[in-house]
């Protein structure tokens, strides 16, 4: 009678209960790619299923509390993301120390800039936020070989160009009234934007602010005072509704949009 030694039964089943752990991780993250609330407005939405197997194979989740640094400016570049919830804030920082806050990014924005070897931005959980990195290398690979991926990579990049360049409308020629509430119609719009193309009179949407006053006020180069002085001529307009821990219910979003001259 033949007889396997133990200890290669011992490998044997060691072995396959590795492989098995890898499928069932493997799967759970195909699984995770399939009921993603961002998979069809992620750049990864111009993949085919077989290919979103291939980039969830070296996806990771990443879970982050407010206050988090996600990476630091001109830092190597060793990932990017996915934001599927949550909002990021992207900030420069000048050689005395002074820190400005040059953009916010919300799901399903893409977090850092294929090909670049160094961060241009500091980035920072603004909420509690999670994201969906990719290493970098595997990436850019897959890029390569699916030209889709960088069609779409590309036309986000076109997007955030528009709206730098529409921010820059707001900093230099907005009023103070007409910035807080372009910010506020910004906040209300990424939140919810498919509520707010066709918002009714009566719809009441509640956000929360990812941003404290100081910070909104170094966001649109305003003194505190006058962000709380605007936010409170809104709500004298019967326009929104302050609430405790920075909530805001916006009652009449039309009039929000003309405040902001949108």
């Not at 195909?30 to 291939?54: P, T, Y």
């Not at 190597?76 to 949550?86: L, P």
């Not at 969906?132 to 779409?152: G, I, T």
Request: glycine share 4%; aromatic share 6%.
């Amino acid at each position: 009678m033949w007889r396997v030694p133990v200890l290669d039964v011992c490998y044997s089943v060691s072995a396959g209960l590795e492989r098995y752990a890898a499928m069932t991780v493997i799967s759970e993250r195909i699984d995770r790619c399939r009921i993603c609330a961002i998979r069809h407005q992620a750049v990864c939405g111009a993949l085919s299923d077989h290919e979103i197997q291939a980039l969830s194979a070296v996806a990771r989740q990443r879970v982050l509390k407010a206050g988090d640094v996600i990476q630091n400016a001109e830092d190597e570049v060793s990932s990017f993301a996915n934001i599927v919830s949550g909002v990021v804030k992207l900030s420069k920082v000048l050689s005395d120390g002074r820190q400005q806050i040059v953009g916010l990014q919300f799901p399903p924005d893409f977090l850092g800039r294929a090909y670049r070897t160094r961060s241009p931005f500091y980035a920072e959980a603004a909420t509690d936020v999670e994201l969906c990195v990719f290493p970098k290398r595997s990436f850019e690979a897959l890029m390569a070989d699916q030209p889709e991926l960088e069609s779409r990579l590309f036309q986000n990049t076109l997007d955030e160009l528009d709206a730098a360049r529409d921010w820059m409308l707001l900093l230099g020629r907005k009023s103070a009234a007409e910035k807080v509430a372009s910010f506020l119609a910004l906040i209300a719009r990424r939140k919810a934007p498919a509520l707010c193309e066709h918002m009714p009179a009566d719809t009441l949407l509640t956000i929360t602010l990812p941003l404290t006053r100081a910070e909104i006020a170094d966001y649109l180069g305003l003194t505190i005072e006058t962000v709380s002085r605007q936010i409170g001529n809104l709500r004298a307009a019967d326009i929104l509704e302050t609430g405790a821990n920075r909530t805001i219910t916006v009652l009449d979003y039309d009039g929000l949009a003309e405040a902001a001259q949108l």
